[in-house]
């Protein structure tokens, strides 16, 4: 299957999500860092989708403070049954915190792993023509754990991954990383050594998002002039620099000019 061909399938990253306290001012500031426009999402009031080239990109949505939740990104993975998939996660020691909750037509689960990671899983139909390292989407996604090897065997028995099917992800052990494998694409990477009583948000663990850029320090200067932060300096060659910053409320990601992990 060809990278422009790519569908999302049952255990694959389908979406993700900027929860915020601020709608109007989170869509400030995407806007003039990575060069969003904005539209009103079918969910209802408080949910807004994000476009490049008038494509979705991202959701943003201003439920953060109601549900008790930190402002942040979440990834999002699609399956076909969100009860069976809740059950899952609280068998395998994980915690479901919010759903399945009916959202439009389908129904959203937020979860945390058993390090402590937040994410979320989507039982319905997915965006069309969206998918990592697609178009505009996200260059890619990035779980940032104590042990990427436990990681991997709870993620790979809730979202059946690594078993023997076309449409479901494939997982490759590399060194001190995984790597998730989607049509033979890089969808995502799960990397070892946070540390969950850390109090540096950095350190914990997290699922971290990666937005590609033409100009990494570009997006820098915005990020900083529309009152956001630094929390890592760019670095690396020339064509594969990145930088993560912080937006006003918090939330962090990453801007690359990288391609994949």
Same mark, same amino acid.
């Given at each position: 299957m060809a990278a422009t061909d790519r569908v999302v399938g049952l255990g694959q990253p389908c979406w993700v999500s900027l929860m915020t306290a601020d709608l109007p001012a989170a869509q400030n500031f995407y806007g003039a860092v990575l060069g969003w426009a904005f539209r009103a999402a079918s969910f209802g009031e408080g949910f807004s989708v994000a476009l490049a080239d008038g494509k979705p990109v991202a959701g943003l949505t201003d439920i953060a403070r109601r549900i008790g939740m930190a402002v942040s990104w979440t990834s999002y993975f699609a399956v076909g049954d969100a009860d069976v998939v809740s059950a899952r996660v609280r068998e395998r020691g994980g915690t479901v915190a919010v759903g399945p909750l009916a959202v439009g037509s389908g129904r959203v689960v937020l979860a945390a792993d058993p390090a402590g990671a937040v994410f979320g899983f989507w039982e319905g139909r997915n965006v069309p023509d969206w998918g990592i390292g697609k178009g505009a989407a996200p260059a890619w996604l990035e779980l940032r754990t104590r042990d990427a090897f436990a990681a991997a065997m709870f993620y790979g028995e809730v979202f059946d991954w690594a078993v023997d099917r076309p449409d479901r992800c494939e997982v490759r052990y590399e060194d001190e990383m995984v790597t998730v494998r989607a049509g033979g694409h890089t969808v995502a990477c799960l990397r070892g050594g946070a540390i969950e009583a850390d109090p540096d =948000? *950095?350190? *914990? =663990? *997290?699922?971290?998002v990666y937005f590609r850029v033409d100009d990494v320090e570009k997006a820098v200067e915005s990020a900083l002039a529309a009152g956001g932060s630094v929390v890592d300096e760019p670095g690396g060659p020339g064509a594969g620099r990145e930088a993560t910053l912080r937006d006003p409320e918090g &939330?962090?990601? $990453?801007? $690359?000019?990288? &391609?994949s992990c």
């Open positions: =948000p *950095r350190i *914990r =663990p *997290r699922w971290h &939330a962090m990601f $990453t801007v $690359t000019s990288k &391609a």
